[in-house]
């Protein structure tokens, strides 16, 4: 199944009527006179509003009466209340997809998809960086999101860097924890990775067509069940979940927090604000300053990692300074 942000406008009045009068009980009949649809249309929509996790309490005689929402990230629920220009303002759902970055791509390049994003609640085939498999239960945060973005094409290498940013600065605000960035774009929290990122761009005679950004981010995620799947899977250190940081901040305000600080973080690209993106980036950086080995394309590199240059590539000194701009990365322990 899948629903989107324009879905069925009888099933979204019902449920907005019933959320804006979630204090009483309102009966078959009088929803049925107020929003002018018919009991039987009444009856379908209740039906599908409890199939997608709402709680719905029913007295008899009284009606019903939403006692809870969804843990779903469904459209209606992020765009209401989002606080972006145009991040988010269309947001694709599916119960069950091979991995939103594979839909999202192939939705890219239509003018009315820029800005809109793609949610999964579980992925088949999840894609990770370099051509990784990327485990995609139920109660992580998987989706993808598109950008045609007004920037240059000089700035994509920094999109990534910025984007993980982003995401750092809204578990900050949205929990009481200090996320760390593992070089590219990995997200850690102690050590263990939280949230990673993919970037795929669709590029024209030296222009950016689109962006495809795709995050994946252990929300509310069995850890052990995970670590078990993935402990012999190269460079695997460990997995964090968000969720066990604190309890009360549901998926949907975690989401509008991102989409915002991402929309702003994308603005400071627009504006070439090179050095500020790659300080806000260095300050949550766990690898610089570490001793490091990368596997590149080229082969293995050694050294100590001493900063990112302006294209977010990683400078590793080892008698001299190295330039690499992709690879695998390992926090060598001394
Ligand atoms: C990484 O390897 O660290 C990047 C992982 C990115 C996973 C996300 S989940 C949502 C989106 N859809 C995919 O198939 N992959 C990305």
């Known amino acids: 199944m899948s629903y989107n942000s324009n879905d069925d406008p009888g099933f979204l009045k019902v449920l907005s009527f019933l959320e804006s009068h979630n204090t009483e009980y309102l009966s078959g009949q009088d929803l049925s006179d107020v929003l002018r649809i018919s009991r039987v249309a009444i ?11 709402y709680k719905i309490e029913s007295k008899q005689k009284l009606g019903y009466r939403l006692a809870s929402t969804t843990n779903l990230l469904l459209p209606w629920e992020i765009t209401q209340g989002l606080k972006t220009k145009n991040i988010g303002r ?5 119960e069950n997809l091979n991995s939103t970055q594979i839909q999202a791509i192939k939705m890219a390049s239509e003018s009315k998809n820029n ?11 999840g894609k990770g960086r370099t051509n990784r498999k990327w485990y995609s239960p139920e109660g ?7 950008v045609h973005p007004k920037f240059d094409i000089s700035m994509i290498t920094l999109f990534p860097i910025a984007s993980a940013s982003a995401l750092c600065q809204a578990m900050e605000k949205s929990f009481d924890i200090k996320p760390e960035v593992k070089w590219p774009n990995d997200v850690t929290i102690n050590g263990k990775k939280v949230a990673g ?52 901040t549901s998926a949907v305000t975690f989401v ?41 394309n080229e082969g293995k590199v050694r050294g100590k990692a001493i900063k990112i240059d302006e294209d977010g590539a990683l400078i590793v000194f080892d008698k001299k300074n190295i330039r690499v701009l992709s690879g695998d990365i390992t926090h060598v322990v001394d």
């Open 43 to 53: 009856w379908k929509h209740i039906k599908k509003i409890k199939e997608l996790g």
């Open 90 to 94: 269309q947001v694709y759902f599916f």
């Open 115 to 125: 800005g809109a994003i793609i949610i999964a609640k579980k992925q088949s085939s």
């Open 140 to 146: 992580g945060i998987w989706l993808s999101i598109i």
């Open 197 to 248: 990122i993919l970037v795929d761009a669709s590029l024209e005679s030296n222009k950016i067509e689109n962006i495809v950004l795709g995050v994946g981010i252990n929300f509310d995620v069995n850890i052990k069940e995970i670590e078990k799947k993935l402990k012999n899977t190269p460079n695997f250190y460990g997995i964090a979940s968000l969720k066990k940081y604190q309890k009360n």
């Open 256 to 296: 509008q927090i991102f989409l915002k600080e991402l929309e702003e973080i994308i603005e400071l690209i627009n504006k070439k604000q090179v050095k500020k993106i790659i300080k806000d980036w260095t300050k949550r950086s766990s690898t610089i300053g570490k001793n490091v080995e990368l596997t590149t």
